[in-house]
C-alpha cells in the first residue's frame, strides 16, 4: 500500500477491534477461575479477566495504541483537505469510511455491552 494515510487508518481500524472482544486468561496461572459453563454467557468456555484487568488492558491499547494513532490519522486527514488534490479524492473518501466504519462497529458494541447487563437502549429509553 503506497498511502501513509490509508496504512496508518488501517492499522487504527484493527487496533480499535482488540477491545471489542472479550479477553481471557490463558495458560496455568488462571488465579484459582475455571471456564464459564453457562453456554449463553460470552464467556463460554474462557477464563474471563477480571473487570479491572479488563479496564486495565484496555487503557494499555486506547494509550499506547489508539489515540497516537488518531492523532496521526486526522492530522494527516487535515492535511490532505487543507491542500485537496483531485487525485487524493479516493484516499480521503477510503479514510473517511473507515472511521465511520469504526465508530458504527464501537457503537454497535456498546449497545450490545448495554443490554447484556439489562439496560434499555434506543430512542425510546426513559
Not at 51 to 69: C, H, N, W
Request: with cysteine; hydrophobic share 45%; charged share 20%.
Amino acid at each position: 500500500m503506497q498511502s501513509p494515510l490509508l496504512r496508518k487508518t488501517l492499522r487504527l481500524w484493527v487496533a480499535a477491534r482488540l477491545i471489542e472482544k472479550p479477553w481471557g486468561i490463558c495458560g496455568e496461572e488462571t488465579l484459582g477461575l475455571s471456564p464459564v459453563q453457562k453456554k449463553d454467557s460470552p464467556f463460554f468456555g474462557i477464563i474471563p479477566i477480571t473487570p479491572v484487568m479488563d479496564t486495565q488492558l484496555d487503557q494499555i491499547v486506547i494509550q499506547s495504541i489508539l489515540l497516537p494513532l488518531q492523532r496521526e490519522v486526522l492530522q494527516m486527514l487535515q492535511a490532505k483537505f487543507e491542500k485537496f488534490r483531485r487525485k487524493d479524492w479516493f484516499e480521503i473518501f477510503t479514510t473517511i469510511c473507515l472511521l465511520l466504519n469504526t465508530i458504527e462497529i464501537a457503537t454497535g458494541h456498546d449497545h450490545e455491552f448495554a443490554t447484556s447487563y439489562g439496560h434499555v437502549v434506543g430512542f425510546d429509553s426513559p
